[in-house]
């Protein structure tokens, strides 16, 4: 049946920055469909973890700071995770940090952070787990990128560039890694309500001018990601490779 290949059971992923926002929406709804969940980040994902626990999924919580974390810190936390919940199918690549300033005043410190973060990480974390999933014969890995992978954004250079590297690095992976069993994808969220856009949406101006381009009317939520992380995680989406989803509200149609 084909609602079955959306189904989970029995697998493990592994899922960074998962104490709240966009990563919890992704770690709550991959348990919910079945999988057992790591949680890889800085901060104790105390809520996330309750939530998967009552949900009757096993979890682990594995402490890094993927701004620091080198090639040989993130192996480890691979390999931490098949030590601790026996195998590791599904990476998603969801922390990022955002620095806000003109482009003439970014420092190299902020530039550096954020390249860190949200490109470095993200490949050597992919490198890792591709070589269990490549070992394995299957395997799925899901970047999150954003709208500022297809547009150049306003004060954000350094992240969009990192954005833009995100598509990069999924789609040389998919290329490699597509016949070995392994997909490699992208979600490419819109305008959310999380963290990251506490800044826009404070300011009414610009919330006001971002919200009349979203053709749905809203700005999205954690829980919207839900549906496109299980597709991309599952079975049911074995033929698809080097995708990049928008979940947008319809953004990119305007």
Same mark, same amino acid.
């Given at each position: ?22 990563? !919890? $929406?992704? /770690?709550?709804?991959? &348990?919910?469909? #079945?999988?057992?969940?790591?949680? =890889? +980040? %800085?901060? @104790? ?23 620091? !974390? $080198?090639? /040989?810190?993130?192996? &480890?936390?691979? #390999?931490?995770?098949?030590?601790? =919940? +026996? %195998?590791? @199918? ?30 470095? &990480? ?133």
């Amino acid at each position: 049946m084909i609602l079955d290949s959306f189904r989970l059971d029995g697998r493990v992923a592994l899922v960074t920055g998962g104490n709240r926002g966009l990563g !919890a $929406g992704c /770690a709550l709804a991959l &348990a919910e469909a #079945g999988a057992d969940i790591a949680l =890889l +980040g %800085r901060t @104790d994902p105390a809520e996330t973890t309750r939530s998967i626990v009552e949900l009757g999924r096993r979890v682990s919580y594995v402490p890094c700071d993927l701004g620091k !974390a $080198g090639p /040989a810190e993130l192996a &480890a936390a691979v #390999g931490t995770v098949r030590d601790e =919940l +026996g %195998r590791l @199918d599904i990476l998603v690549n969801n922390a990022g940090i955002i620095r806000r300033a003109p482009a003439a005043e970014v420092t190299a410190a902020d530039w550096d952070d954020v390249r860190a973060v949200n490109v470095d &990480a993200v490949f050597h974390l992919s490198q890792a787990a591709g070589r269990v999933m490549i070992d394995q014969g299957s395997g799925k890995i899901i970047n999150i990128a954003s709208m500022l992978s297809f547009q150049g954004g306003i004060r954000v250079p350094a992240y969009t560039a990192g954005k833009h590297a995100v598509i990069g690095i999924t789609r040389a992976l998919a290329n490699e890694w597509a016949g070995l069993g392994v997909n490699v994808n992208a979600i490419a969220p819109g305008y959310m309500a999380t963290d990251n856009t506490a800044a826009l949406r404070d300011d009414p101006a610009r919330a006001g001018a971002i919200l009349d381009r979203i053709p749905a009317g809203r700005w999205g939520t954690p829980g919207d990601l839900g549906g496109a992380v299980v597709f991309l995680a599952s079975d049911a989406s074995r033929y698809v490779h080097a995708a990049v989803l928008p979940v947008d509200g319809g953004w990119l149609a305007r």
